[in-house]
């Protein structure tokens, strides 16, 4: 996504990403779930870019053996039209790209999740030199982040809320990362992941992360302000008043 604009920067030019003209793409809203319930409803709002998925959650939705987690995860491509990040399960190479190989085969829309190990990174610059695109997941650090980049992930997943539950800064770790990409202009998007509220949505917005991937319940909450309910309550109340003075 950000490959056209940053290309055609300045030789030497860093993107302005504070500066919505300037900023490649606007940020992108995955959310962070397998429950097709509430893929519908975040896709219904309108605003939905995409799917993460990890073996955690297909679990809690009770999706089990390879057959049902992959027709699982064509449902979901067939509800968004957008990136759905299938995660691996092996944990050495062969296995990775095997398994990797055949969920990309799924869908056009799936990206292949793959953690932050040695042969993680192996498996990153092969699925990268084949076209197939890539997430790399269970991120908690810069070095790891300028890894899976200089492994061609198209996506870098920081987990924000695990750092911040063990009293360590997650934003921080998103601005490092931001630096970093822009130093060189790596073509990898941050995607903030393990989102908790709305208030990580709107920093990860600030500082230019990519996309953002986060409970339906953090999205919904970008939209919540007392003052516009009472506002509405209101602008609705005087209506009324007005028209029942006009019939009466
Ligand atoms: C997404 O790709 C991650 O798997 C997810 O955001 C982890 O979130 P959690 O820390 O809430 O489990």
Partial sequence: MNKTVVETLPEGGRPAYFCPAIHPTPMKFFIDTANLDQIREAAALGVLDGVTTNPSLMAKEGISGEAAV???YVDICNIVDGDVSAEVIGT???????????LAALHDNIVVKVPMIEDGV????????????TNCTLVFSAGQALLAAKAGADY?????????????????????????????????????????????????????????????????????????????????????????????
């Fill in 122 to 133: 192996k498996a990153l610059r092969y699925f990268s030199d084949k076209g197939i695109r």
């Fill in 92 to 102: 050495d190479f062969e296995t990775m790209v095997r398994e990797g190989e055949a």
């Fill in 70 to 72: 992959r027709q699982h």
């Fill in 156 to 248: 870098v997943s920081p987990f924000i809320g695990r750092l911040d539950d063990i009293s360590s800064d997650g934003l921080q770790l998103i601005e490092q990362i931001r630096g970093i990409y822009d130093n060189y202009m790596f073509k990898t998007e941050i995607l903030a992941a393990s989102v908790r509220h709305t208030m990580h949505i709107i920093d990860c917005a600030q500082i230019g992360a990519d996309v953002m991937t986060g409970p339906l319940s953090a999205i919904k909450g970008l939209l919540k302000h007392p003052l516009t309910d009472s506002g509405l309550e209101k602008f609705l109340a005087d209506h009324a008043k007005a028209a029942a003075s006009v019939s009466a």
